[in-house]
């Protein structure tokens, strides 16, 4: 079955990096896009972009541009999802999300755990 | 961006009754070469992750009771719950993938009455 494998929660300072992981397994990872969503505490689902695990290629949000990396490793099925510069407003739930075969634009069938990252000096 | 506006935010319905859920998209998410609705509803809870619903604007996702139904198109779109069941609470979101950013909207909270 297909699973979603999330890194475990973060406390970061203001203006560190995170790194989050996302372990794919049950399916062929470079067959289907992987997009990442979060969420701050109480408010609703903001997307960040999508990286394609076959290519490496990526899109982003623009208002995530300058600070976020999404990156994958193919040989253990992990995708990664880097944000720099942290703010106290990055603090949120993370979640990858992986979408339909071969094809960006497509509803997020299965979803992670989720991983909370803080922000706080 | 497109945006997308629910209405209501919030909602209460008796158990057994029908829930209605709105969402507007500021514009067509109606992709003309293929005549889909680049649109899905997630259901939320507590301490979870998002839930698909419905894409393509009235698919549903394999193992979704039936009483859920999506329907609309082009920036019009709605989510029903037929029967309230207890364990329909939630927050509901819609969502386009017409074009990015993708983006959602604000939810509705679903309680029973």
């Known amino acids: 079955q297909v699973q979603l494998v999330q890194s475990g929660a973060e406390v970061k300072k203001p203006g560190a990096s995170v790194k989050v992981s996302c372990k794919a397994s049950?399916?062929?990872?470079?067959?289907?896009?992987m997009h990442w969503v979060r969420q701050a505490p109480g408010q609703g689902l903001e997307w960040m972009g999508w990286i394609n695990p076959n290519s490496g290629g990526t899109d982003y949000a623009q208002k995530f541009q300058d600070r976020v990396a999404m990156t994958r490793d193919t040989s253990i099925s992990t995708a990664y999802m880097e944000l720099s510069r942290l703010r106290s407003d990055d603090t949120a739930v993370y979640y990858c999300?992986?979408?339909?075969?071969?094809?960006?634009?497509?509803?997020?069938?299965?979803w992670g755990q989720g991983t909370l990252v803080t922000v706080s000096s | 961006d497109i945006v997308m506006t629910q209405s209501p935010d919030s909602l209460a319905v008796s158990l057994g009754e029908r829930a209605t859920i709105n969402c507007m998209s500021s514009q067509s998410v109606l992709y003309n070469s293929n005549n889909k609705n680049y649109v899905s509803w997630y259901q939320q809870k507590p301490g979870q992750p998002p839930k698909l619903l419905i894409y393509w604007a009235s698919t549903r996702e394999s193992g979704v009771p039936d009483r859920f139904s999506g329907s609309g198109s082009g920036t019009d779109f709605t989510l029903t719950i037929s029967s309230l069941q207890a364990e329909d609470v939630a927050v509901y979101y819609c969502?386009?993938?017409?074009?990015?950013?993708?983006?959602f909207g604000q939810g509705t909270k679903v309680e029973i009455k």
């Open positions: 049950g399916y062929t990872f470079t067959g289907y896009y």
């Open positions: 999300a992986r979408g339909a075969p071969g094809i960006a634009a497509a509803p997020s069938h299965y």
């Open positions: 969502q386009q993938y017409y074009s990015t950013p993708w983006t």
